[in-house]
C-alpha cells in the first residue's frame, strides 16, 4: 500500500490494518523458529529413526595409505623364490635317478649326482567306497533239526548298507554345511560313486538323533550348575510355522533348544529347577 492509500484510509482502518500485520508478523516469527529448530535438529538416520539400513548415507572411508615400496613386511617379493614347505611325513618317495648325461652319454653312478631337488606331489586318492559284503551262514542242525545263523560281525549289522564313516560325512555335509538332500545324492554319487537316496539320507539323519541327544547331555548339565546363565532367542520357520530358537550358555558350554513357543517355561523346563546365582 503506497503512502497516497495510507493518508486516505480513516485512523480505524489504520489500526486494524497495523494489528493485522502484527498478528501476521508474530506468526511468522512463530514459524521461523519452527524452521530454525528443524534445521538444527539431526537428520533421521538408521540410527537413531526407523529408516531401514539401506536408506542410510554411508560416510566416506578415509583414503587408504599408500604401499610401501617393496611389499609388505614379512611377505617375500616375487623376485624372492619360496616354495611349499616340504611334508614331513610324505607317503612315498620317489627317486628319480639319471643313468648317464643326456649330452654326451657319460654313464653315471651312484656318486656322480650328489645334489638332490625335492619337491611334494600333493593329491587325493581315488575316492570309492569300500564295500564288504557279509554271508552269513545258516542252515539246519543235523543234531536237533533246528535253523541256525551266524551272527552278524561287530559293526556289520544287517539293515541299513551305509556305515558309521558315511553316515557321519552325510550329517556333516548336511547340518554343518547345509547342503541340501538332492545335492547331497548328486554329490555322493558325482565324488564318491555311491547310489544313495533322499529317504535313505533322511533314514540316517533319524537314526543320528537319539545318540546326539545323547552326547549333548553334558552339556546341558555344565549349563544348569553354572552360577552364571545366558540366554538369547530368534525366530525361525519350521514347517511353515513360527518357532523359537532358543540358545542357553555358561562360560564352558553352549546348549541349543528349539520350540514352538517364546514363553519364559523353554527356560524353565531346561533349568529343571536349578536356580543360577546370575541369570544374564
Known sequence: MNRAALTSQSRDDLIALILAQDAQISDLTTRVAELEAKLAAPGKTPDNSSIPPSKGQKPNLPDRPKKPRGGRPGVPSLACSVARALAERPDRIIEATLAACPHCAHAFGPADLPEIHAYDHIDLPPLRPIVTRINRHRGVCPCCQ?????????GFDAGSPFGPGLSALIIHLHVTQAISFERLVRLMAEVFGVTISEGAIANILARA?????????PLAQAVR??????????SARVGGKTWWQWVLLSSTAIYHVIADTRAAGVVTDFLSGVQPEVWA
Open 146 to 154: 533246528k535253523r541256525v545263523a551266524a551272527p552278524a560281525p561287530e
Open 209 to 217: 538323533q537319539a545318540p546326539l541327544i545323547a552326547a549333548v547331555q
Open 225 to 234: 550348575t553354572s552360577p552364571v546363565v545366558g540366554s538369547d532367542e530368534t
